[in-house]
């Protein structure tokens, strides 16, 4: 069983990577019937090879033993891996202020860490319970441009049952989500939103990426661009 001691000392080490720990995102939707256009830009911008993705995602949220205050992790278990790993991720809130509206991306919070698969049984003998489950699957990105960006795409799906990954089925049919990340500090996030912003330009012409929950549909033009990439076979290596 796990002690009272032994969760403080957890959320503790949390606390202290929260503080130096923050993320720079954007996310946007496009249909399904682009996403080879979007995978042949990508392959031409960042010019390195697209990694498989395929990811079940667990919510818990913290019960009333550990205090007034709601508290919510994921778990990520990477099942494209031989051996499945395990990751747990915290995200706080997002920055506020005069600052952050100046800014097109979402600067928050975020810590996560690499954990064994005995993960959910610890949280779950630590008070938390699972809220909802998804199924990510779809491929990913990750390069180099004056920040560690992270480009993935994926189809959501939702499972009818607990932990029921072979029934899972998509929460919007005909429509993938794109999440564009990358990892700054305190010190250096001003940059590294910047870079973000500048790279989703490029993107533009087939998804318009926003600040997360601001929902601002599929683009318009995508179907031009997509025809035009298609017939181009690629982009230009940045």
């Not at 508290?71 to 706080?92: A, I, M, N």
């Not at 189809?155 to 990358?182: L, R």
Request: hydrophobic share 40%; aromatic share 6%.
């Amino acid at each position: 069983m796990y002690s009272r001691g032994r969760w403080c000392d957890f959320t503790k080490y949390f606390e202290l990577k929260k503080n130096n720990s923050m993320e720079c995102v954007v996310q946007g939707i496009i249909e399904t019937q682009h996403v080879e256009a979007l995978e042949i830009l990508l392959q031409g911008l960042c010019g390195v090879q697209r990694e498989r993705l395929r990811v079940h995602e667990l919510c818990l949220k913290s019960g009333p033993s550990l205090g007034n205050v709601s508290s919510e992790v994921r778990l990520l278990c990477d099942l494209d891996q031989p051996e499945p790993t395990w990751t747990v991720k915290h995200v706080g809130g997002a920055m506020r202020g005069p600052g952050a509206d100046q800014i097109s991306v979402m600067v928050r919070a975020m810590v996560e860490s690499k954990v064994s698969k005995n993960a959910l049984r610890m949280f779950n003998a630590l008070g938390y319970k699972l809220d909802h489950e998804l199924l990510k699957v779809g491929f990913a990105f990750h390069f180099q441009r004056t920040a560690n960006i992270s480009v993935s795409v994926s189809s959501v799906n939702k499972m009818p049952k607990v932990h029921a990954i072979d029934e899972a089925v998509p929460v919007t049919p005909g429509m993938q989500i794109v999440d564009v990340t990358a990892p700054a500090t305190p010190v250096n996030y001003s940059e590294v939103a910047a870079a973000v912003s500048s790279f989703c330009e490029f993107l533009a012409p087939l998804v318009h990426l926003s600040k997360p929950f601001i929902s601002t549909g599929v683009v318009p033009t995508a179907a031009a661009a997509a025809a035009s990439l298609m017939s181009d076979g690629g982009g230009t290596a940045l």
